[in-house]
């Protein structure tokens, strides 16, 4: 599927992937756009992601629980202290080596119908993507579309991936999150699904450090004024 290949190989940094893009026609007949970044702000796979929250809400918590019970063995393998785990420490501690294996299968196990319904939700979004591209390109005449990761200088009006969001969503403004019996999705929607739970998860990690951040500025006393 050449679509989803090239949402894998238009990976992008993540202020770029999220940034806000003005929707306004291409600059002569030549645009840009990033697939990746459509499918991620597309309200539909928002909504997905929330109500595959809301459902499998108990085995969230429970995956926060054991990740947290990984870590904490993990750290345990460092034994001298120096952030750091040898080859000697894996080496002299394999009873908690093999405790972090049965933790991880336990992840993979407890996320796995997690991760299928998300894919479900991608690969409907995937399916429908190219006829929204189409309807972009056919409505602003554009010649070549190209991907960011290709382009060393565009004009913003040169970006049209909030317009092809924009058709996206009135398109497809909600798919479903319960896949078949036995379905099985594409090797392209799970790296899709990988790359923006990967985005995802460092989003919520920059949202909690300026939230750490914040609150330690709030919490540090008043410096005494000089006289």
Known sequence: MKLAKAMLAGATI???????VPAAAQVNGIAISNPEAVILQSAARQAAYQQISQQ???QLQQLSTVRQEASQLERSLDTNSDN????????????VVAQIQQKEQQIAQIYQPIQLAQAYAIEQLVADYENAQNQVIQQKKIQMLLSPDVVQYAPENANVTQDILTVLDQRMPTVQTAPPANWQPSRQAVALQQRIQQILLGLAQQQAM???QQQGQQQAPAQPSGR
């Not at 202020?15 to 806000?20: I, M, N, S, V």
């Not at 750091?84 to 009873?95: F, K, L």
């Open 14 to 20: 993540l202020g770029a992937t999220l940034a806000a």
């Open 56 to 58: 499998y809400q108990a």
């Open 84 to 95: 750091q785990v040898s080859d000697a420490e894996i080496q002299a501690n394999p009873t």
């Open 210 to 212: 300026q939230a750490a």
